[in-house]
């Protein structure tokens, strides 16, 4: 059976509130019975997570199964990806304009990718880069494209959900609001993977 990850990344937080928020938002999980706050050997590939609480069933659609894993928290400048899945485009924050990347048959674009490549190593030096978006000529921060299927996600706090089912849309609003308001997105994959990481510290 393979492994599925499911990374509840807090778009809206900085480096500097990072861990507070994570802090804050375990709270919430335990809180409302997600979580449990003890932690167990429950996430495949670390030494402790927190396993699901009784009111796990809260958190996930209608239909979807039990969860068979348990909650990691991470935090540090860290790139979540979909593990085996690449994006088929990035979407720029200000046109709209779907930027593909590989063709219909998945194979790469030449030079599509390099604008990308050289923001992602800027931002994980440094905590700031941008893309030139093509069509509009405007640059937008790396951390505000979108990616096909929000495979790829730019932040400094994520909850990772081992083998837990599809979340609900109810679930995420309140997380995020649990946060601070935060903005929230899924990046799910059927493998653990950052794209790249610093700093990251495992809970």
Known sequence: MGHHLQTVVDLSVSAAAAEAVAARGLRWLVAEGIVLAERTDCVLGVPLG????????????AGEGEPYGGLRVTTGRVGFDAGQYPPAYAQCPHCASRIALYTEDWDVIPGAWLPFDAAMDRWYESGAAAVVCPDCGRAG???AWTWDHDRYAFGYLGFAFRDWPRFSPQFLAAFGDALGGHRVVVVGGAVTGRVRGLNSLVR
């Open 50 to 61: 927190h396993p699901p609480g009784p009111e796990w069933g809260r958190a996930v659609a």
């Open 141 to 143: 921060d790396l951390t």
